[in-house]
């Protein structure tokens, strides 16, 4: 029902900037408006981490401690596309980002960045941070 596709990763130095993008598409007359998209991450021999997600209309986000403050979730439903811009980003952010989504909104970090609820997934992007 809800393909995802990320993009925007690379390599950078610690402390520089960027922007991922999770494009979502589905059936005909598609619109993300109705599904809350979270990006999580996952590291080589680490579980996958709950970064960050954001309500269906946008107008309520959450964060991991880890990223508090310097990352930022937004969306454009009219384009159905979900960022999320990291700032001072550091070696330990490194890792491969997903976004996913699913339907219901609980407003709380321990349910809405918990993976297993989260439906439809995307094949992730590589965000490497080293000097």
């Known amino acids: 029902q809800l393909q995802l596709v990320e993009s925007g990763g690379g390599l950078v130095q610690p402390g520089e900037s960027l922007r991922l993008s999770c494009e979502a598409s589905?059936?005909?007359?598609?619109?993300?408006?109705?599904?809350?998209i979270g990006w999580f991450r996952q590291a080589p021999g680490k579980e996958r981490e709950g970064v960050s997600t954001?309500?269906?209309?946008?107008?309520?986000?959450l964060y991991a401690d880890s990223v508090k403050g310097r990352f930022t979730i937004s969306r454009d439903n009219a384009k159905n596309t979900v960022y999320l811009q990291m700032s001072g980003l550091k070696p330990e952010d490194s890792a491969t980002y997903y976004c996913?989504?699913?339907?219901?909104?609980?407003?709380?970090?321990?349910?809405?960045?918990?993976?297993?609820?989260?439906?439809?997934w995307g094949p992730g992007t590589q965000v490497t941070v080293s000097s």
């Open positions: 996913a989504g699913k339907r219901s909104w609980y407003g709380t970090v321990g349910e809405d960045l918990r993976s297993s609820p989260y439906e439809w």
């Open positions: 589905g059936f005909s007359g598609f619109t993300l408006d109705y599904y809350v």
């Open positions: 954001i309500s269906a209309t946008g107008a309520f986000t």
